[in-house]
């Protein structure tokens, strides 16, 4: 299974110690293959930055977990016209239909409306942690 995190999804995995945090660690014992792209992890280094004021050297750190639990890193996507309602959501798709995802993991509402995107579905954690339940 191919899946792709938005960046809040990853801020939630490093700040929290629940659900995202859980599913981060799924990503890293390969229960499946975590995608993503450039776009998403500069957005997530950016919010760190800005909105959490943490120094590079913490950046680094987290920056080197994240990219060990994707199974890889796409650095360049193919363009999209304007999907959602949030242009800048727009990226979180691309990098899911260049990965070939089976599901788009956010908390946004701008994404989760559209409830799938081609072959990918867009859940969010709850639902998507739900899959793993025994």
């Known amino acids: 299974m191919r899946v ?16 995202c945090s859980g599913m981060l660690i799924r990503a890293r014992k390969q229960a499946f293959n975590l995608v993503l ?14 909105k959490f004021k943490l120094i590079s ?10 990219s060990e ?16 309602r ?5 990226m979180i798709i691309a990098c899911a239909i260049d990965a070939a995802a089976d599901y788009i993991v956010t908390g946004d509402e701008d994404l989760l409306i559209l409830k799938k995107y081609k072959k990918s ?12 339940v025994d």
């Not at 050297?57 to 994240?66: A, H, K, N, R």
């Not at 796409?74 to 999209?80: C, G, Q």
């Not at 949030?86 to 727009?90: A, H, R, S, V």
Request: proline share 4%; net charge negative; glycine share 4%.
């Open 37 to 50: 792209c450039d776009d998403i992890i500069r957005e997530f280094e950016g919010i760190l930055i800005k």
């Open 86 to 90: 949030d242009p800048n959501d727009d």
């Open 121 to 132: 579905t867009i859940i969010n954690p709850r639902n998507f942690e739900a899959l793993f």
């Open 4 to 19: 792709v995190f938005d960046a809040n999804v990853l801020i939630a995995a490093f700040l929290t110690e629940g659900l």
């Open 69 to 84: 639990a994707a199974s890889e890193i796409l650095h360049k996507l193919n363009h999209i016209p304007n999907i959602g």
């Open 57 to 66: 050297t913490d950046i680094s750190e987290i920056s080197s977990i994240v």
